[in-house]
């Protein structure tokens, strides 16, 4: 009798692990991650890689510092926000908290290591004109995959991110990629965070 209540206790905790959903976003968390990536756009601009062209000459130091800062915002931005979505979860008393933390993450890391590797590709091509473009698309289905874990808004950044993406791959667009990718991954952590942060707290 104890045995199968036993089972039946795990039973249920599995069953309802397997639903669950991190609901608890961090406003303050993706504020910070705007902010974090107008800063690196502004280093990057400063590093002279804004237009496609640009970049698609960069070679030696300048290259290697421009994916270094860029490599280190990705990282930065997700374990803030993944730190900030567990903190809330626990302050909002959602069980669970740590272990659907890191499904949402273990549902980023394949698209994330396809952006890693597409972008050790394009360097080696000498095709960084394209790698905004590779980064919104890479970041946005990883937000997406994210999102079967978590709540809506993380599904409608990434279609940002996707749709900023796809556009900055048409050649009428192209030129304009930087701003997209400002658009899509600065001001769109950025404007999710104030809404997450008015509505739900921060």
Same mark, same amino acid.
């Given at each position: 009798?104890?045995?199968?209540?036993?089972?039946?206790?795990?039973?249920?905790?599995?069953?309802?692990?397997?639903?669950? @959903? +991190?609901?608890?976003?961090? $406003?303050?968390? +993706?504020v910070?991650? /705007?902010?974090?990536?107008?800063?690196?756009?502004?280093?990057?601009?400063?590093?002279?890689?804004v237009?496609?062209?640009? @970049?698609?000459? &960069?070679?030696?130091a300048?290259?290697?510092q421009l994916?270094l800062? !860029?490599?280190?915002?990705? =990282?930065?931005?997700? /374990?803030?926000?993944?730190? *900030?979505?567990?903190?809330?979860?626990?302050?909002d $008393?959602?069980p669970l908290?740590t272990?659907l933390?890191?499904? =949402?993450?273990?549902?980023?890391?394949?698209?994330l290591?396809?952006? *890693?590797?597409?972008?050790?590709a394009l360097?080696?091509?000498?095709? +960084?004109?394209?790698?905004f473009?590779? !980064?919104? &698309?890479?970041?946005?289905?990883?937000? %997406?995959?994210?999102?079967a874990h978590? %709540?809506?808004s993380v @599904?409608?950044? $990434?279609l940002?991110?996707?749709? $900023?993406?796809?556009l900055?791959?048409?050649?009428?667009?192209?030129?304009h990629?930087y701003t997209?990718?400002?658009?899509?991954?600065?001001a *769109?952590h950025?404007?999710? /965070?104030a809404? =997450?942060?008015? @509505?739900y707290? !921060?």
């Amino acid at each position: 009798m104890l045995q199968t209540a036993t089972q039946d206790i795990r039973q249920i905790r599995q069953a309802l692990e397997a639903n669950s @959903r +991190l609901t608890s976003l961090s $406003g303050s968390a +993706l504020v910070l991650s /705007g902010i974090l990536a107008f800063t690196a756009a502004g280093v990057s601009s400063q590093l002279g890689a804004v237009e496609p062209a640009a @970049r698609k000459a &960069l070679s030696g130091a300048t290259l290697s510092q421009l994916v270094l800062l !860029w490599s280190a915002t990705l =990282v930065i931005v997700v /374990g803030l926000n993944l730190i *900030g979505m567990v903190i809330r979860a626990r302050t909002d $008393g959602q069980p669970l908290a740590t272990r659907l933390g890191k499904r =949402v993450l273990f549902a980023m890391l394949p698209s994330l290591f396809v952006g *890693g590797a597409l972008t050790l590709a394009l360097m080696h091509e000498h095709r +960084l004109d394209l790698v905004f473009a590779v !980064w919104m &698309l890479c970041y946005g289905a990883a937000l %997406i995959a994210a999102s079967a874990h978590s %709540i809506t808004s993380v @599904r409608l950044l $990434g279609l940002w991110m996707l749709l $900023g993406g796809g556009l900055a791959l048409l050649p009428a667009v192209a030129p304009h990629d930087y701003t997209m990718f400002l658009g899509s991954f600065g001001a *769109g952590h950025f404007l999710l /965070g104030a809404w =997450v942060g008015l @509505r739900y707290g !921060w």
